[in-house]
């Protein structure tokens, strides 16, 4: 007789691994297929060249939700993240440089060099921000509301919403403002000086097709400042062994709850019978059954590839599906280096706090707004904004002893160039990337040792992220909440009755954060409890 599973999961994406631990954990019998040869998604560390274990696509974590970390114990997996002490340096080839520290009193020393009243204020914007995540982080965590339903679910959830944004009071405007407004002009609203300002911007256009002056930016400053580790709010931090192992760690807390997991299992396509998921048909022919299926792959895939779009879902679904934008704007160059960089803003190859933080490459918002107006016009941007990870400082199992690795996440690439295609100007781009990272660190080109450019293309075919949108779907306001992915969708369902989402294309987003995993499993608890799925 074939086996029928509970639960089959299409991708082993983190989010994918999240949902199938919190379902199995329920007694589900519970099956993961992932493409690639190894589980992840865009949360992988990979060996491209002998010796070296890089965080080939994201690199830093921050949004991991505490819940999920604690509930999955992940700790006893194995999970060690080193908080990033300080937590940003930029430097400038002239010379100067601006650091940020987790000690506010030296914060405000180096701020105070380039404007002491930004030295002042600094503190009272890191308190708001942190109220206003106070805010939104419960929301993370909701299945969003449908605003138009008079479901009592939809309408309790609603009610949730508006006791949350009553709280915030006088922080309520605020909140809107962050919601919709330009980085730009949040930014001018806190500070004068133009180094503060363009080290802080990085964070809002951060895997996002807009500049600066775009409205809708602010938000993402703001997703980016609300994780947190070890309980300090907006640090990030670098995963012992990579980023892969905080996926290790989740398919280790899935296993060890029930779940199989098998890669190198392509899905083709999603089976449906009479409006409802019956399983699903691997590349080769293989057919696997089951009752609920759950895709973590991005909405477009689930819904345009691995459906017939036409026949299995209302033709307004469909509109909506092909709306959702997934703008491709970001490009990853990793180093193996044979010494650190010497940066003439703070001179050193041995490990310092040059070398610990985030190091930004963007000395004015103008600088930015220019990297993102060539994007606009379908060409790389020749003067990209960096930002660049050496996980080594903190982490000495992923390379040979005095080598290092460094992690160059670059905008903007837009996916679909006027000129060229990608794979004949990658490697341009990773030049421009060399020689802007020698202008600050003058024995930088010397040091490379081996570097691989990960244009949008690849981050398409490699991780299966369309067009090589690394949230699985830009994050601006029309693409949240409610509206996450498409409108009156929010809840984690699909028009196919046994078929949901768990991936980043689902509220409350993109990052390496398990929220959209844990959150879809709830909701698919729920109806194997009420009989829906029966
Ligand atoms: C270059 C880059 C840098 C980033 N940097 C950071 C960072 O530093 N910190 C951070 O928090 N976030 C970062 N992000 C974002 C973050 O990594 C993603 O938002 C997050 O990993 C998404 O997880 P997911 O599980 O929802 O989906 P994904 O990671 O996209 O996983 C989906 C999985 O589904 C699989 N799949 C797709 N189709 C099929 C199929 N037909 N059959 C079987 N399997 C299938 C894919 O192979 C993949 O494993 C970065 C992303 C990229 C690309």
């Keep these: 007789m074939t086996r029928v599973y509970d639960v089959v ?101 180096e701020i105070a060099k380039f404007s002491s009243r930004d030295a002042e204020v600094y503190e009272e914007y890191e308190r708001t921000l942190n109220r206003l995540a106070e805010f939104v982080e419960p929301l993370l965590m909701l299945t969003p509301p449908n605003p138009t339903s008079s479901r009592i679910r939809d309408l309790l959830g609603l009610l949730r919403t508006a006791r949350l944004a009553r709280g915030l009071k006088k922080d309520l405007f ?8 330009s980085a730009k002009d949040f930014l001018d609203s806190w500070f004068e000086s133009e180094e503060l300002k363009a080290l802080l911007c990085g964070q809002a256009v951060i895997g996002t097709f807009a500049g600066p002056r775009t409205p809708g930016t602010a938000y993402v400053l703001f997703h980016h400042v609300m994780g947190q580790v070890d309980g300090m709010r907006g640090c990030w931090g670098v995963v012992r062994g990579g980023m892969g192992q905080v996926s290790e760690c989740i398919a280790a807390a899935a296993r060890e709850r029930g779940a199989l997991i098998r890669c190198d299992a392509a899905v083709e396509r999603i089976l449906v019978k009479d409006g409802r998921a019956q399983g699903v048909v691997l590349r080769g022919g293989e057919e696997i059954r089951a009752r609920v299926v759950v895709s973590n792959a991005d909405a477009k895939v689930t819904f345009l590839s691995l459906l017939d779009a036409k026949r299995e879902l209302p033709a307004d679904f469909v509109r909506g599906v092909e709306r959702f934008r997934q703008s491709g704007s970001s490009v990853k160059v990793n180093y193996a280096l044979s010494e650190l ?15 610990a933080g985030t190091i930004d490459i963007c000395p004015s918002l103008d600088y930015m707004e220019r990297a993102y107006d060539q994007a606009k016009y379908g060409r790389w941007s020749s003067e990209p904004f960096i930002e660049a990870v050496i996980p080594t400082v903190y982490d000495d199992s992923i390379a040979p002893i005095g080598r290092h690795i460094l992690s160059a996440f670059c905008q903007f690439g837009p996916y679909d160039l006027k000129q060229g295609g ?82 980043a294309c689902t509220h409350p987003g993109g990052g390496v954060m398990g929220a959209p995993g844990h959150n879809a499993a709830r909701e698919i608890l729920r109806d194997f409890r009420s009989g829906r799925l029966r």
């Design 174 to 181: 605020g909140e809107i403002e962050v919601l919709v407004g």
């Design 9 to 109: 999961v299409v991708g082993g994406g983190h989010n994918g691994l999240v949902a199938s631990a919190y379902l199995a954990a329920r007694g589900l019998e519970v099956l993961v297929l992932e493409r690639r040869p190894l589980v992840g998604g865009a949360s992988v560390t990979e060996e491209p060249w002998p010796g070296y274990k890089v965080s080939t696509a994201a690199y830093v974590i921050s949004l991991l939700r505490p819940e999920v970390e604690r509930e999955l114990e992940l700790k006893r997996h194995g999970l060690i993240v080193y908080p990033q002490d300080p937590p940003y340096f930029q430097p400038y080839p002239d010379g100067r440089y601006l650091m940020i520290w987790n000690d506010p009193a030296k914060t405000r020393t």
């Design 341 to 355: 960089p010497d940066f003439t803003a703070l001179s050193g190859s041995k490990p310092g706090p040059q070398h």
């Design 422 to 503: 990608w794979d004949s100007e990658k490697e341009k781009f990773g030049d421009r990337v060399t020689e802007i990272l020698t202008r600050h660190a003058p024995n930088f080109r010397n040091a490379v040792l081996h570097r691989q450019v990960l244009s949008p293309l690849d981050l398409e075919r490699q991780f299966g992220l369309t067009h090589g949108n690394i949230f699985q779907g830009d994050m601006t306001l029309d693409q949240l909440f409610f509206m996450r992915p498409v409108p009156g969708w929010a809840d984690y369902r699909t028009p196919v009755r046994g078929l949901y989402l768990c991936g």
